[in-house]
């Protein structure tokens, strides 16, 4: 009874190996959850085998084969930057409209004066200083969301970091 439980014992553990393995090979996410489900053992056979635990932990830290050095890439993680990509898209796309909307109102502007039915100096300058009061402010709502989007992206590295720091505890 004791071999057949020992067999068994060095069955999962072979199985744990081999399904760290696939994991790091197929650059998926090496967790004790996702090695557990891969070997289809229970977490606490992990926790109780402290060797296979390091193992993983360590695998955890260390890119997966033919990946990027550095930090892995998650899903989460590009689906992020896909979305942040977005939306600077759909802020450049404003900023383009803007400016072509301001580029015709200038040609428009210089068009007339130099047909001779161009409006009185003052009119003109104050519409100058419109001109560049707006583009003033669509240059401080542009800085505003890019710090805006550098804070969300320090929340989200805090975050991360956080979540690391509690599960490593």
């Known amino acids: 009874m004791v071999r057949g439980r020992q067999a068994d014992t060095e069955r999962r553990r072979t199985r744990v190996v081999q399904a760290l393995r696939d994991l790091q090979a197929a650059g998926e996410e090496v967790s004790v959850t996702a090695v557990a489900r891969r070997a289809g053992v229970d977490r606490t056979f992990l926790y109780r085998h402290r060797?296979?635990?390091?193992q993983i932990h360590t695998a955890e830290?260390?890119?997966a084969e033919g990946g990027a050095k550095g930090a892995a890439v998650s899903r989460a993680s590009l689906m992020a930057d896909l979305a942040a990509a977005g939306e600077r898209n759909a802020r450049l796309m404003g900023r383009i409209t803007l400016l072509e909307q301001r580029l015709s109102q200038?040609?428009?502007e210089q068009?007339?004066?130099?047909?001779?039915?161009?409006?009185?100096?003052?009119?003109?300058?104050?519409?100058q200083k419109v001109v560049e009061l707006e583009q003033e402010r669509a240059d401080l709502?542009?800085?505003?969301?890019?710090?805006?989007?550098?804070?969300e992206a320090a929340r989200a590295t805090n975050r991360e970091l956080t979540r690391a720091l509690n599960q490593a505890s």
Do not use: F, N, Y
């Not at 060797?51 to 390091?54: E, F, I, M, P």
């Open 51 to 54: 060797d296979l635990l390091t």
């Open 61 to 63: 830290q260390t890119p």
């Open 106 to 108: 200038l040609m428009g």
């Open 111 to 127: 068009t007339w004066r130099e047909s001779g039915l161009g409006a009185p100096d003052s009119v003109e300058r104050m519409q």
């Open 141 to 151: 709502k542009l800085k505003l969301e890019e710090v805006l989007e550098d804070l």
